[in-house]
């Protein structure tokens, strides 16, 4: 599923790289890193337990290595109202709402967020 989603946005990536994937049963671990054609990349993390639980990260960063946008669902935030949905902009400290995105989902806003 994400390599039929990664060539739908070719145009835009220079290469890939899955630095980990495991798969057993109804569990998935993955990361890979996404670069592209403006420098800028995404590591994503995504973790599926039992085939319902989900823990995900995608961390966005320019050329200099500066954040950009990290989306995530770790428990850190309770104040923010999509809790434990939320993100990260610009800074760590930027807390945004956020909601339970998608591989796809994170794709098409990157996109849309580079070609303005």
């Given at each position: ?5 990664l060539?739908k946005f070719?145009?835009?990536i220079d ?7 495991e798969q057993?049963g ?13 420098k800028?990349k995404v590591?994503?993390?995504?973790i599926?337990i039992?085939?319902?639980?989900r823990?995900?990260g995608?961390n966005?960063?320019?050329?200099d290595?500066?954040?950009?946008c990290?989306w995530?669902n770790?428990p850190?935030w309770?104040?923010?109202v ?12 930027n ?13 098409n ?8």
């Amino acid at each position: 599923m994400i390599l039929t989603e990664l060539r739908k946005f070719e145009k835009y990536i220079d290469s890939y790289t899955f630095t980990q994937y495991e798969q057993n049963g109804n569990n998935l671990r993955l990361k890979m890193i996404i670069n592209f054609a403006d420098k800028s990349k995404v590591f994503i993390k995504e973790i599926i337990i039992n085939g319902n639980k989900r823990k995900y990260g995608y961390n966005w960063i320019n050329k200099d290595n500066e954040l950009i946008c990290r989306w995530d669902n770790a428990p850190d935030w309770p104040e923010i109202v999509t809790f434990p949905h939320h993100k990260h902009v610009r800074s760590e400290q930027n807390v945004k709402p956020s909601r339970n995105i998608e591989f796809s989902t994170i794709m098409n806003e990157l996109i849309t967020m580079m070609t303005k």
